[in-house]
């Protein structure tokens, strides 16, 4: 970590994969050209330490990004400061000032000495824009953007009207970010036709579920079958978060900046979705416990649960195997003392140390950095899935946008916290490129996905039936649930 924080804050994995490039560290990669600044110091606006920019006015970060006939940005300050951008103005806002700084730089070349370095210059324009529609498509959903793309894109065709190079180029990135939000746009429309698991109200007092009705264990008995068909579903959900979508949880907690740079909410639906899943799964484990009648099916059931959530841990879905603990320790199925007394619980006692919340989750962080290192180091697909406590991760990005500033006494931004808030995205989204190396089974993945669950109330009146209560804490509390549904009946 290249921070210096003002007070502790979350360790994350230290390994880094960048796609982007060697380095997200910032550091003026050899041969890009330099702008702005030396190894130590600044020129202008920008603030260089050991050649890595750690600060800058937003004006002079927008002409760093923005090419020149001898130096083209290192592309992980492209990804770093587009993400980062949107906290301070909206895409199209930032595409406008980049339009006019490329007419300004043209209007130059065409009354000096280097106009015939006019068509190279167009040619690197051309390119940040195709790195930009690349990484981010959604940027150009709107007909403000798109108006800007295309005025630019207008501009720098001028520049090699002979051979039509610059325009085929120009051609292509445009068909290719039509088809890319054509896609989004499809995969939104699905994702919203699809409704989460029915909750099931549950029984009304004392009726047992019928004998045909299925649980889990007629579906799949095999945990680590489980746990794979666990991990399809998390990779399917996570591979539509974009790293836009994560960058709101900086921008939406800047009241500041919210009413200018919150855009189009519906961009925060995958987030919602994925969050969603996890309470869901929580709220499946509890029911397949609770709903269960015999005291010894009871048991296996939760046996069974333990192993999965073991199985989950050894591929390295952290996400899956938190949401399962969290629906043992819901206190519906936590209160069956007569069923856990049962149960063999050294392993349960395991996965409960793994994900142990003192100093900060430092157990569980262990074990992610290892698998981190792990998949860095993969020959094969099943060791590359890291798919991490999202719910976690997402606290991680709010903690380091709190403690640090945006910007600093001086008014430059300080670009040394978004270099570390996009590394930690950029690093979330290298796994979810990930793919699920499992065999999909189509039952097992429906019935997690369709199978009803008990509301929390429903899973209360399920767990006192099997187990009545022993205090006077859940008799009054047994005696209140008890009234309600019958006064709703």
């Given at each position: 970590m290249f921070l210096e924080p003002q007070e502790t804050m979350p360790q994350t994995s230290v390994?880094?994969?960048?796609?982007?490039g060697p380095s997200c560290s910032g550091q003026v990669q050899p041969g890009m050209g330099e702008r702005g600044g030396g190894a130590s110091?600044?020129?202008?606006?920008?603030?260089?330490?050991?050649?890595?920019?750690?600060?800058?006015?937003?004006?002079?970060?927008?002409?760093?990004?923005?090419?020149t006939v001898d130096y083209y940005p290192d592309r992980t300050y492209i990804f770093t400061f587009l993400l980062s951008s949107r906290v301070f103005m909206p895409p199209h806002d930032l595409l406008a000032r980049v339009g006019q700084i490329c007419v300004e730089q043209k209007q130059q070349l065409e009354a000096g000495p280097e106009k015939a370095k006019l068509k190279s210059f167009s040619a690197k324009i051309v390119q940040l824009l195709k790195e930009w529609t690349e990484a981010f498509?959604?940027?150009?959903?709107?007909?403000?953007?798109?108006?800007?793309?295309?005025?630019?894109?207008?501009?720098?065709?001028?520049?090699?009207e002979e051979n039509g190079t610059v325009k085929k180029a120009i051609a292509q990135m445009t068909q290719s970010l039509l088809l890319s939000l054509a896609a989004r746009s499809q995969l939104q429309e699905l994702r919203e036709k699809l409704r989460p698991p029915a909750v099931d109200k549950g029984p009304i007092l004392k009726t047992k579920p019928p004998a045909t009705q299925k649980d889990i264990l007629g579906v799949c008995c095999d945990p680590l079958v489980l746990a794979q068909q666990?991990?399809?579903?998390?990779?399917?959900?996570?591979?539509?978060?974009?790293?836009?979508?994560?960058?709101?949880?900086?921008?939406?907690?800047?009241?500041?900046?919210?009413?200018?740079?919150?855009?189009?909410?519906?961009?925060?639906y995958s987030l919602e979705a994925y969050d969603n899943w996890f309470n869901c799964l929580s709220m499946l484990v509890a029911t397949e416990v609770c709903r269960v009648v015999k005291k010894k099916h009871r048991t296996r059931m939760l046996e069974f649960f333990i192993d999965v959530a073991r199985e989950c841990f050894n591929i390295g879905n952290f996400n899956s195997m938190m949401a399962i603990i969290s629906g043992m320790n819901l206190s519906p199925v936590a209160r069956l003392k007569k069923t856990w007394s049962k149960v063999k619980t050294a392993k349960f006692d395991v996965l409960e140390h793994h994900m142990d919340p003192s100093s900060n989750f430092c157990n569980y962080r262990t074990a992610l950095q290892g698998a981190t290192q792990r998949s860095q180091m993969a020959n094969s697909s099943r060791e590359k899935i890291v798919i991490p406590v999202f719910n976690l991760f997402v606290k991680d990005i709010y903690?380091?946008?709190?403690?640090?500033?945006?910007?600093?006494?001086?008014?430059?931004?300080?670009?040394?916290?978004?270099?570390?808030?996009?590394?930690?995205i950029h690093e979330f989204m290298t796994w979810t490129q990930v793919e699920c190396p499992f065999e999909k089974?189509?039952?097992?993945?429906?019935?997690?996905?369709?199978?009803?669950?008990?509301?929390?109330?429903?899973?209360?009146?399920?767990?006192?039936?099997?187990?009545?209560?022993?205090?006077?804490?859940?008799?009054?509390?047994?005696?209140?649930?008890?009234?309600?549904?019958?006064?709703?009946a």
């Open positions: 390994v880094f994969s960048s796609i982007l110091g600044g020129s202008g606006d920008l603030i260089f330490q050991d050649g890595r920019l750690i600060s800058g006015s937003l004006e002079a970060l927008m002409e760093h990004l923005v090419p498509p959604y940027d150009f959903q709107d007909e403000k953007a798109m108006a800007e793309l295309k005025a630019i894109t207008h501009r720098v065709t001028q520049c090699d666990l991990t399809h579903i998390e990779l399917d959900r996570v591979s539509s978060i974009y790293p836009e979508d994560l960058m709101q949880i900086v921008s939406h907690m800047d009241s500041l900046d919210n009413h200018r740079c919150r855009g189009d909410l519906t961009k925060t903690f380091l946008h709190k403690i640090h500033t945006n910007h600093l006494p001086n008014g430059h931004i300080n670009f040394k916290k978004f270099w570390e808030i996009s590394r930690q089974d189509k039952k097992i993945q429906s019935y997690l996905l369709t199978a009803p669950i008990y509301s929390e109330e429903a899973l209360f009146v399920a767990s006192f039936e099997s187990e009545g209560p022993e205090n006077h804490m859940e008799k009054d509390s047994w005696k209140t649930l008890r009234t309600t549904l019958l006064n709703r």
